[in-house]
């Protein structure tokens, strides 16, 4: 399963609401302000790091790039470009946003 | 002297207005709108200070490249500020130390304040308008 996170972990909840529910072996996708999460730094970090032991860890680059992120992405993110998310929507069965 | 004078219309009234800056760019139309309202406030020669705090501080940093997301790169208007006169930037330190950030990673001169002085300067306005 594809798990896609837009908002902010540290304006919202959504973030933590994904990971307490996504099953090992799936993939998150942040992308838009969710993609803070995953870079250096931040309050999030750990949670992404400790995370990404069970999960697939994706990011939108160009919404890293759109927020001056793009060279601080935490080790074991995957950066990647708009057609990678249409590859990753494509390859799962099923998609759950968190709005 | 005609009557003119006699009447307030209010012009010639400074009132000091801080905006308080809360949202990351880009994921929302706030930061946007409310750089829009700040320089429209200047142009009225208030007395204008803003304030970034929590996910606001994100809104100063270097290196945006927005071409990838097709929207407006706003971030450069930040350093245009001084040219209206506006010079009162102030950011939060626990909302940057949260996030990991630094001066050395903004893009304009700001103020770092604790959240004791943020209270201070936010309870001296005479307007506090929020994005």
């Not at chain 1, 803070?36 to 995370?51: D, L, R, V």
Request: with cysteine; net charge negative.
């Amino acid at each position: 399963m594809l798990h896609i996170v837009n908002k902010s972990a540290t304006d919202r909840g959504s973030l933590e609401s994904c990971l307490a529910m996504a099953t090992k072996g799936s993939a998150v996708l942040l992308i838009e302000d969710a993609v803070y999460a995953a870079t250096t730094g931040g309050a999030a970090a750990a949670k992404i790091q400790a995370a990404s032991a069970d999960l697939k860890i994706y990011a939108l680059g160009p919404d890293l790039a759109a927020r001056g992120m793009a060279a601080r992405v935490l080790d074991g993110v995957n950066v990647v470009d708009y057609a990678g998310f249409v590859d990753l929507v494509a390859e799962h069965k099923s998609c759950q946003s968190w709005l | 002297m005609s009557d003119m004078d006699e009447m307030d219309d209010g012009s010639g009234i400074v009132k000091k207005f801080m905006f308080l800056n809360r949202k990351a760019p880009h994921g929302t139309v706030y930061a946007l709108e409310g750089l829009e309202v700040v320089l429209i406030t200047a142009a009225f020669d208030q007395d204008v200070s803003m304030v970034f705090t929590d996910d606001g501080v994100y809104q100063l940093l270097k290196g945006i490249d927005t071409k990838g997301i097709e929207v407006k790169d706003f971030s450069k208007t930040y350093r245009a500020l001084d040219g209206y006169d506006i010079e009162k930037l102030y950011v939060d330190q626990a909302s940057m130390d949260a996030r990991g950030l630094t001066e050395d990673d903004l893009i304009v001169d700001v103020t770092v304040l604790s959240v004791d002085e943020m209270a201070n300067l936010m309870a001296e306005q005479d307007v506090v308008i929020s994005f």
